[in-house]
């Protein structure tokens, strides 16, 4: 039996055409969204459907499913707008309570969730007939080994250099730069 295509559904349609937040905003979610997480406006938009994809999965998939980063960051800032989410999202677009929940930690729960999260991605691919974009959905390894080791900067604070920049005497001359740029800042 082949899988239900998403865009084929009431629910996608739904979602497809629901907007964040207040249609009024002068600043809309997805704006904010890019603001607050230094995206490029497109990539915030995007972030946006990927969002809405996950919402769908949630929904249809059968199973547990776990966002990326990038579309957990979305989640929790449409979480903030509180009546938005539970009046008109949940009771009138997904039709249905979408509670998030995090990790209780541990060894168990990140194996649990790593492996949900990589079901994710496979419905993902079934549902909506194309593996989900890498630079937002990266695969499961870099989602729960090797990103939770990153920490969220403000770089208003710290200078920040790509790794390879640090490498060699390029990497010596843009760490002085970087240096004397931090005292003028001061």
């Known amino acids: 039996m082949q899988a239900m295509r998403a865009n084929e559904t009431e629910l996608w349609q739904r979602l497809a055409d629901y907007v964040i937040g207040p ?3 002068a600043f809309t979610f997805e704006q904010r969204l890019a603001r607050e997480n230094r995206w490029s406006a497109g990539y915030g938009a995007r972030v946006v459907t990927e969002y809405k994809r996950f919402c769908w999965l949630a929904c249809e998939a059968g199973h547990e499913v776990t966002p990326s980063d990038a579309v957990d960051q979305a989640w929790h800032l449409h979480l903030t707008y509180s009546r938005d989410y539970w009046d008109r999202f949940c009771a009138d677009i997904l039709r249905m309570p979408l509670h998030h929940g995090p990790t209780a930690g541990g060894s168990s729960e990140r194996t649990r969730y790593y492996d949900q999260y990589a079901q994710t991605l496979a419905s993902y691919e079934a549902h909506f007939g194309q593996p989900a974009p890498l630079d937002i ?9 090797v990103d939770p080791r990153a920490v969220r900067v403000n770089p208003a604070d710290l200078v920040i250099l790509p790794r390879a920049l640090t490498y060699g005497l390029g990497g010596a001359i843009a760490i002085a730069f970087a240096a004397l740029l931090a005292m003028v800042a001061m």
């Open 23 to 25: 249609e009024d905003a």
């Open 137 to 145: 959905w990266p695969d499961a390894r870099r989602r729960f080994v």
